[in-house]
């Protein structure tokens, strides 16, 4: 029997925080950092600007930039002996648990780093972090393919490096593209932070206790994994592929609105956004960039999404649950435009965040009121009762 009684906590959640690094009005569909539309930062800035704007409240100066490029720049090599991580996980292994794996390990190495008391050790953790994810990015996916890793380059921008260590091979370097460079720079500065989402406030809660940055980004990415969150981009091209024609549109938007069907239309809805999340805008217009730079204007799978918007904002339920396109509606398309696998989507939009999730983790930290996340519950569970014996039940 179990008797029903709810516990008044009386308290305020501790999971919620203040915080004054972005700034979401879900009815207006804005979106700001310290102050600044997404849509401002995405044209006019780069994202070591805005990982600079995250981790310190202003836009650097000239001086600040370069000072801060260079300490990113020469952080993003990996211990040589990290190497072995790699080779001890299957080719076939997804990229997020490599990454899950890599990352967590980094507090392995790292041991100058993970005094969080210490406000110079917290820096360089930020920029270890910031610096080496791309790294460690582009061996998962060299790994998975079955080829050799590729060292950064200290004379490539952070997104053409990325792309270096991907795409280039020994026999061949990847042909630095300025347009698809600044594409993949606009991608990372759209995912780079979005308030107390799952995956930040995982960060949160992890660093409460007092864990290490690394162990904390490892949670973090290991929330964001999951495709009502992160994951969604993947899920996103998956469903793209699986509707194949336009005609089988209106079958996926019912299956979408069938309460007993577990369909859900990927890259669509939000638990915060209840307009256009403005972040979707600017990936569609760098889906059209990207494919127009690449030849492939007429790519079947962007006209495809694009009909799919079209017909789920013409219809009843979208408009009344208030679902829009978020950022990974199109994310995937200009991904797999770049020459992404659909496995490494998500772990390029961990690449993204690790800037957002350590510039939230460094406000908590550095929070004199701070105290360990513990959140409570509404017990709804047996009321109190003796122990039977084992005849007796
Ligand atoms: C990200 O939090 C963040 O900021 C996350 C993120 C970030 O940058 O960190 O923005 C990144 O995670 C974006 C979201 C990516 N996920 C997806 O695209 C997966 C598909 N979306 C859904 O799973 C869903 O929209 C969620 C998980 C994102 C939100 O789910 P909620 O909390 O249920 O959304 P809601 O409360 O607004 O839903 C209202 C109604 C519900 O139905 P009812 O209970 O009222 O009957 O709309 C339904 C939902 O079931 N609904 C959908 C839907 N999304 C919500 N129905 C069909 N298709 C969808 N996509």
């Known amino acids: 029997e179990t008797g029903m009684f709810t516990y008044d906590p009386g308290f305020t959640s501790t999971a919620s925080c203040d915080s004054a690094i972005t700034y979401i009005d879900g009815d207006e569909g804005l979106l700001m950092h310290r102050g600044y539309r997404i849509e401002d930062l995405a044209e006019k800035s780069d994202f070591m600007e805005v990982c600079y704007l995250l981790l310190h409240g202003e836009l650097p100066n000239q001086q600040e930039k370069d000072k801060f490029v260079h300490n990113i720049t020469y952080h993003t090599m990996l211990h040589e002996q990290m190497n072995y991580f790699f080779r001890g996980f299957r080719r076939d292994s997804h990229p997020m648990a490599v990454m899950v794996g890599v990352v967590g390990a980094l507090s392995a190495f790292y041991h100058d780093s993970t005094d969080i008391t210490d406000p110079h050790q917290r820096l360089i953790a930020s920029h270890r972090l910031i610096a080496k994810m791309p ?21 490539l921008d952070y997104a053409s490096n990325f792309l270096h260590m991907t795409f280039s091979v020994p026999a061949e370097e990847y042909k630095i593209n300025p347009v698809l460079s600044r594409a993949m720079d606009r991608i990372f500065i759209l995912h780079a932070d979005h308030e107390q989402n799952a995956s930040t406030s ?30 969604a981009n993947e899920a996103v091209l998956r ?39 403005p972040r979707a805008k600017v990936m569609q217009k760098s889906c059209h960039e990207v494919l127009d730079e690449l030849g492939l204007r007429n790519e079947p799978l962007l006209e495809l999404a694009m009909e ?3 017909i789920a ?52 930290i550095e929070d004199p009121g701070q105290r360990i996340g513990r959140p409570r519950q509404l017990y709804n569970g047996s009321t109190l009762r003796d122990y039977p014996p084992i005849e007796q039940r």
């Open 135 to 155: 790294t460690i990015a582009a061996m998962a996916y060299k790994y998975s393919v079955g080829q050799p890793f590729v060292y950064p380059r200290n004379d």
């Open 202 to 231: 995982t960060v949160r809660l992890a660093g409460s206790s007092g864990a290490n940055p690394f162990a904390c980004i490892a949670a973090g990415i290991s929330s964001l994994w999951g495709p009502a969150h992160g994951g």
């Open 239 to 277: 469903m793209l592929e699986e509707i194949g024609h336009k005609d089988r549109i209106p079958e996926f938007i019912e299956r979408a609105k069938d309460k007993d069907d577990p369909f859900r239309l990927m890259g669509f809805g939000h638990r915060v956004y209840k307009n256009y999340d």
């Open 308 to 310: 799919l918007e079209r």
């Open 313 to 364: 904002l013409e219809d009843d339920y979208f408009n009344e649950k208030k679902l829009f396109p978020n950022v990974d509606f199109y994310s995937g398309i200009v991904l797999k435009a770049l020459g992404f696998p659909t496995s490494m989507f998500t772990a390029l939009f961990a690449l993204a965040r690790t800037v957002g999730w350590i510039a939230q983790w460094n406000e908590m």
